[in-house]
């Protein structure tokens, strides 16, 4: 299924999908949960726009390379370039809206790359591994260091998360990231997963939310 970025309105946005650029390891208690140290300097990595699928009514995983993991996180859409360090205001005028996401992981497969030191694309970056609601324009939020993320599968809640929980807040994280490597109008950035993660599987029913500001309801087909 082809995506395109849009607003919760409808709207489509006419900037075209780029990258998608992740940090790992965001908030202490996740980074515990699967056993890895806390980084001392952010840990990005990047999915290609091919990966990215609409969140919509449902959406598929891979079945036969191990575990798939969800991965919860608050989504950037960013409206404008960004390079060697921008300054506060620069990287708030290029923020346009916010989305709940789903970074998809082969989570056997990372583990096997991770202990042999190999990159993670193959666990990362296969298609459909990362999965995009529409988003909610900027101007609907007053604290980027108090944006809620929940997820809810088959009725529990698994993830509850808040931008609070960040070791590297939103507006730095992103000043790091465009020091690293420009940054264009149509990126994504992916601020990292809470505490919670864990297997997917085909028929799951899912809710993420920015609670408070938008929620969508899907599934694992
Ligand atoms: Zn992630």
């Not at 409808?10 to 202490?28: D, E, M, Q, S, W």
Request: hydrophobic share 40%; charged share 20%.
């Amino acid at each position: 299924m082809s995506y395109q970025h849009q607003y919760v309105d409808g709207t489509r946005i006419h900037f075209p999908l780029g990258k998608v650029v992740c940090i790992g390891r965001n908030y202490a208690e996740h980074a515990q949960e699967l056993d890895n140290p806390i980084p001392t300097e952010p840990l990005l990595f990047i999915k290609p726009g091919s990966c990215v699928v609409p969140l919509d009514s449902g959406f598929k995983i891979p079945t036969e390379r191990g575990s798939v993991h969800y991965e919860t996180e608050i989504a950037v859409l960013l409206g404008k370039s960004l390079s060697t360090n921008p300054t506060v205001e620069e990287v708030l005028d290029a923020i346009s809206g916010f989305a709940p996401a789903l970074d998809l992981t082969l989570r056997d497969l990372q583990a096997q790359l991770k202990e042999k030191g190999l990159p993670w694309e193959r666990s990362k970056c296969f298609d459909g591994a990362c999965v995009l609601p529409p988003f909610v324009p900027v101007s609907a939020f007053e604290d980027l260091t108090d944006i809620g993320i929940r997820l809810t599968l088959n009725g529990e809640v698994r993830q509850d998360g808040n931008s609070a929980l960040m070791l590297n807040p939103i507006v730095p994280m992103i000043q790091h990231m465009a020091t690293q490597f420009s940054l264009m109008a149509g990126d994504v950035i992916l601020t990292g997963t809470p505490v919670g993660v864990g297997p997917l599987n085909p028929g799951d029913k899912l809710v993420v939310e920015l609670p408070g500001v938008s929620r969508f309801e899907s599934q694992v087909l």
